[in-house]
T-cell receptor, first 112, second 111 residues
């Protein structure tokens, strides 16, 4: 089965700082998804990457997938308290888009 | 408008009881899922339905039975609840290879 490792497990940054969260797979990724979860809320879909070398941005969040399609990073520029939450990477292990395996998550705290 | 909704949001019950969690999506998606999030925040897929047909059934005790009355609904029924069933259960939906949209989760506590 496909395993996803996220690092760091938790991150505390001062408001305005940049940060990066990494997601590494033991196998080639057919699709890599980034989600954000706040306590008591569902998972908020952020971005999906499918092609090697692909990079997508939404507001201050940028996600990249490496050429080998085994590693992805999520970068937040000028972090704000609203960015706080748990960030999860999810992978499509078979390319069927029917199933997702998730990493253990990164708990992000942004101090005002 | 809520895209994927789940009820109830919290469920506290005694061991041995039978309970159901309901999920509805108004996105017109053709695939719906149930995930279980354990205490370590891992999300594990339990079931997946495509157009009311079961397509993924992971290694889940047969006390768990999903039911999809139509494309927009996927309910989860759990018989003879056990302590280990305590977790947050997430419903999700997707269309084709698009991103999955998740519900707010149902926090189940079995006493």
């Amino acid at each position: 089965s496909q395993e996803l490792e996220q690092s760091p497990q938790s991150l505390i940054v001062q408001e305005g700082k940049n940060l990066t969260i990494n997601c590494t797979s033991s196998k080639t990724l057919y699709g890599l998804y980034w989600y954000k979860q706040k306590y008591g809320e569902g998972l908020i879909f952020l971005m999906m990457l499918q092609k090697g070398g692909e990079e997508k941005s939404h507001e201050k969040i940028t996600a990249k997938l490496d050429e080998k399609k085994q590693q992805s990073s999520l970068h937040i520029t000028a972090s704000q308290p609203s960015h706080a939450g748990i960030y999860l990477c999810g992978a499509d292990p078979s390319g069927s888009a029917r199933q997702l395996t998730f990493g253990s998550g990164t708990q992000l705290t942004v101090l005002p | 408008d809520t895209a994927v909704s789940q009820t109830p949001k919290y469920l506290v019950t005694q061991m041995g009881n039978d309970k159901s969690i309901k999920c509805e999506q108004n996105l017109g998606h053709d695939t719906m899922y149930w995930y279980k999030q354990d205490s370590k925040k891992f999300l594990k897929i339990m079931f997946s339905y495509n157009n009311k047909e079961l397509i993924i059934n992971e290694t889940v005790p047969n006390r768990f039975s999903p039911k999809s009355p139509d494309k927009a609904h996927l309910n989860l029924h759990i018989n003879s609840l056990e302590l280990g069933d305590s977790a947050v259960y997430f419903c999700a939906s997707s269309q084709g290879s698009g991103g999955k949209f998740f519900g707010p989760g149902t926090r189940l506590t079995v006493l």
